[in-house]
């Protein structure tokens, strides 16, 4: 390896990210070995700030005790109040609805009737009279018969 250490060999040498060539060089090469180890004192530089900074803070912070927001308080009572809701008012719309269903069934059921009335009958209604006048076959009809008798 006859160049320098890119910016780019220097950070994958700090990642880990070390080759043959590249330890060969640093060894050979008193510039990089140099950088290396300016950066090297950069970083620990930095983390020892980083790591007073985050005690400092630490120490100076006063607790703090977790309250969660009012906005989401109101949710919590608005979504109970609605599932409150849900609750009381199921059961009586299942009931109007059954209360529905038995009218609809009541009257389809008087509907059924009537057909039944209507097609047991051996002669429609309106002609009942005349059935009673003319008598079937050779001899008196029975309301005939019992009429006469009495």
């Not at 930095?46 to 927001?69: C, T």
Request: glycine share 4%; net charge negative; charged share 25%.
């Amino acid at each position: 390896m006859n160049e320098h250490l890119s910016p780019e060999d220097i950070s994958r040498w700090f990642a880990g990210e070390r080759s043959s060539e590249s330890q060969r060089h640093v060894g050979e090469c008193e510039e990089c070995s140099a950088r290396l180890d300016r950066t090297e004192s950069a970083l620990a530089e930095f983390r020892g700030s980083v790591h007073d900074w985050s005690a400092a803070e630490a120490a100076s912070a006063p607790p703090i005790a977790w309250r969660p927001p009012a906005r989401h308080t109101a949710q919590r009572w608005v979504l109970a109040a609605a599932s409150l809701l849900i609750l009381v008012s199921a059961p009586a719309y299942w009931h109007s609805r059954r209360q529905a269903r038995a009218a609809e069934m009541a009257r389809a059921d008087a509907l059924l009737e009537q057909v039944d009335t209507g097609i047991s009958r051996a002669v429609p209604q309106t002609m009942e009279p005349l059935v009673n006048l003319v008598t079937w076959g050779s001899g008196p009809t029975e309301e005939r018969q019992n009429k006469e008798m009495q």
